[in-house]
């Protein structure tokens, strides 16, 4: 596949959300920038902002396996990964796969869970792969999460660790839409109560397994020159030297951001990234990847404004 052609695939895939979801164009964006770089996406927004509902159009327009774990706190790791169960007629055991067997899963809620059934996904999502009784089981190379949780309610939540955070490829916030929006949106789905099913409301798979393959692999020769290499190093290391920040990003965040820029790049319709690719994700590569330092904290910084200051200082390469 060219360059050419997973831009058009891009563009198709934004078609048929849009038959469903309005607005939000930027964080569909950073879920196809994810999709063909490999990474996972949190969305983090008050209830009722389609996070779960862009989540599942997302997946509907691909023709690849979809799976769902609704997050609570009762919910254990065998639920997600499967276990081995003991057939009594054949004396022996028999994998019984869990959700997390899939290519997109929708981990709604995910703060939902205690940290022990959090920690299930810490191997799937670093290395596609999960381990049951000590025998392997690979999830193939598609294999996202899309994650949701808000930021409303702290009772009955676990907080996301640090090492879960940062396999993340994105932390996008999702916020109320403008007013124009929301009347096209009430006029749309105003007409009917739950979650309505992308199926019935239109969106149809318009790519396939082959499809998103070669993509990646089309968006893996994207040409990155010396110079922003070292501007993206350069950008994560002085996350490390802020006073403000307790912990930077961590080399992964940087390589991350190196391959997500290749594909922001091949979504504008380059062939190469321009300093401009890696300032536009280095606020959803970056924000849930930062500890405030306790005085920041006192100060009330935001960890989005600390990041843009940074981005401003650092010379880009011309």
């Given amino acids: 596949m060219n360059l050419d052609s997973v831009a058009a695939l891009a563009d198709r895939i934004k078609r048929e959300v849009a038959k469903v979801i309005v607005g939000h164009s930027e964080t569909l964006d950073l879920m196809l920038i994810s999709l063909f770089s490999g990474g996972h996406v949190l969305l983090e927004g008050p209830p009722g902002t389609a996070k779960t509902l862009l989540a599942q159009c997302f997946a509907r327009s691909l023709d690849l396996k979809f799976g769902r774990i609704q997050f609570t706190p009762d919910l254990m790791p065998g639920d997600i990964v499967g276990t081995n169960l003991f057939n009594f007629q054949t004396s022996t055991f028999t994998l019984t796969k869990g959700p997390i067997f899939c290519d997109i899963l929708l981990a709604d809620e995910i703060n939902r869970t205690p940290p022990k059934t959090q920690a299930a996904l810490l191997e799937a999502m670093q290395e596609r792969r999960v381990t049951l009784d000590g025998q392997s089981h690979l999830l193939g190379d598609r294999f996202m999460v899309v994650a949701t949780q808000n930021p409303i309610e702290q009772q009955g939540t676990y907080p996301l660790p640090e090492a879960q955070l940062d396999r993340f490829l994105f932390k996008q916030t999702l916020n109320y839409p403008s007013e124009a929006d929301e009347r096209t949106i009430v006029s ?43 501007y993206v190093v350069t950008l994560v290391r002085s996350t490390r030297s802020s006073a403000d920040i307790a912990y930077g990003a961590s080399p992964r965040a940087a390589a991350a951001i190196a391959t997500a820029a290749r594909t922001r790049a091949v979504l504008e319709g380059r062939d190469y990234v321009i300093p401009d690719d890696i300032k536009a994700l280095m606020l959803p590569a970056l924000r849930h990847r930062l500890v405030l330092s306790p005085a920041a904290e006192i100060d009330g910084r935001r960890v989005d404004d600390i990041i843009a200051g940074i981005v401003e200082r650092v010379e880009a390469p011309r």
């Fill in 188 to 230: 749309s789905h105003g007409h009917r109560l739950g979650m309505p099913d992308p199926g019935q409301l239109g969106v149809s798979p318009v790519s396939g397994a082959h499809d998103v393959a070669a993509a990646i692999e089309a968006v893996s020769a994207v040409r990155l020159n010396d110079a922003l290499v070292n």
